[in-house]
């Protein structure tokens, strides 16, 4: 086991642990980020180690084949817990991986330079592996504790941007206790919001229970499937307007974050909003469009409110900042994602392309910035 390594440079390869399935809803959709990075990934600079989560949390070592892992209509890709696992030290001086295989001596895989997490959702996009990393001074890619969890957090997150000044829809929230305390008074606080109103869990993402809900006798189902999610939900007024994005990558040094070209991704059939099957499964359901046809006024405070969002978080490395842009024009902030969709063909990546920054020099920035960063408090 080494102490102390040569840093990374021309004479060494950078050490990657690319970290993706996960507990959360999103386990696929995270697997298949992983199949796109580690196909993308530059061989020659960096040596790569994939690193599953299975759905039961087990972390396990995993074969380095992109294939296996993507997400289409007929193969929903997967983690398998009862793989070689992975212990990831959790005490500050340990850097290196080991693999424990029944019956056999612990095998270390090695000091790790940078984690780079392609986990969606909670137990992953929210903190809890950014705190891990954090006890064992290793550093990640993308976002610490604090801005991962109430990015992560749909009422947190609002609470957060009405503080900053950003423009946000009216909404309710319903806490686990008012809910069990009084579902029919947790219903009715919602009334103001007017109808149709969107139910969400309050941590989730990939429109995982999310509904539209056009008016009161749809919203006690609505709000038990989004508790099944999480016990927090948020209930929003429908907005009606398009949805425009926005990428927001972290400066070097003391840069400000530099935004991205918009892009909007747009239902165009057969959905009553952007939901899952429409993110992932139907390719010919949704259009991305980028850049987003708006006017250059619309861009230019498209692109400041996203890096000002970007610091109110204390955001760091990445993350896409979703919008609504009414027909009267006014841009509301519906929210943020720290790990946004990471392939390809994903908004967050084509926005940069359509910026001038490729998939594969995507990646590379997004580690020289994780490298960057001290570790500890930042
Ligand atoms: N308040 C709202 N008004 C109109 N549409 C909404 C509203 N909230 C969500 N939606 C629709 O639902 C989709 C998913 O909601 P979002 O809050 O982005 O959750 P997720 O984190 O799962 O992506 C949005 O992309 C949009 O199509
Ligand atoms: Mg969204």
């Not at 950078?14 to 061989?43: P, Q």
């Not at 530099?258 to 239902?267: C, D, F, I, M, Y």
Request: charged content about 25%; proline content about 8%.
């Amino acid at each position: 086991m080494s102490s102390q390594p040569a840093a990374p440079g021309p004479d060494r390869r950078i050490r990657v642990a690319v970290v993706f399935g996960g507990r959360s809803s999103e386990h696929a959709v995270s697997c298949s980020t992983a199949a796109s990075v580690l196909s993308a990934i530059d061989r020659t600079r960096y040596d790569v180690i994939p690193v599953g989560i299975a759905r039961d949390g087990h972390w396990v070592l995993m074969p380095d084949e992109p294939e296996p892992l993507r997400l289409t209509a007929t193969n929903e890709p997967a983690v398998d817990g009862a793989r070689p696992a992975v212990v990831v030290p959790t005490s500050t001086g340990a850097r290196d991986l080991t693999v424990l295989e029944p019956g056999e001596v612990p095998r270390t895989l090695g000091r790790v330079d940078v984690v780079f997490p392609l986990l969606h959702g909670p137990f992953g996009e929210d903190g809890t592996i950014q705190g891990m990393l954090d006890l064992a001074d290793i550093r990640y890619v993308g976002s610490g504790v604090a801005a991962s969890s109430l990015m992560m957090d749909k009422h947190l997150m609002k609470v957060l941007f009405a503080s900053a000044g950003l423009p946000i829809g009216p909404y309710a929230v319903i806490t686990d206790r008012a809910w069990r305390r009084d579902p029919e008074a947790a219903m009715a606080s919602i009334q103001p919001l007017g109808w149709p109103v969107f139910v969400k869990p309050a941590r989730a993402g990939s429109s995982m229970g999310i509904a539209k809900v056009r008016g009161p006798h749809e919203l006690r189902a609505a709000i038990e499937a989004a508790r099944e999610h999480d016990p927090k939900v948020v209930v929003e007024a429908a907005v009606m307007g398009r949805e425009i994005e926005c990428g927001v990558l972290e400066g070097h040094g003391t840069d400000p974050p530099r935004t991205s070209a918009l892009g909007e991704p747009a239902v165009v059939k057969g959905h009553e909003f952007y939901d899952y099957e429409a993110k992932y499964l139907a390719d010919d359901d949704v259009r991305l469009t980028c850049p987003a046809d708006v006017p250059p006024d619309v861009v230019t405070r498209v692109q400041e409110m996203s890096a000002r969002a970007f610091e109110a978080g204390g955001c760091e490395g990445l993350a896409r900042v979703d919008f609504f842009y009414t027909a009267g024009g006014d841009l509301l902030v519906n929210e943020v994602n720290t790990l946004p969709g990471f392939t390809p063909t994903s908004m967050y990546p084509r926005m940069w392309a359509a910026s001038g920054v490729s998939y594969a020099e995507l990646i590379d920035e997004l580690i020289a910035l994780a490298l960057e960063r001290r570790v500890g408090l930042r």
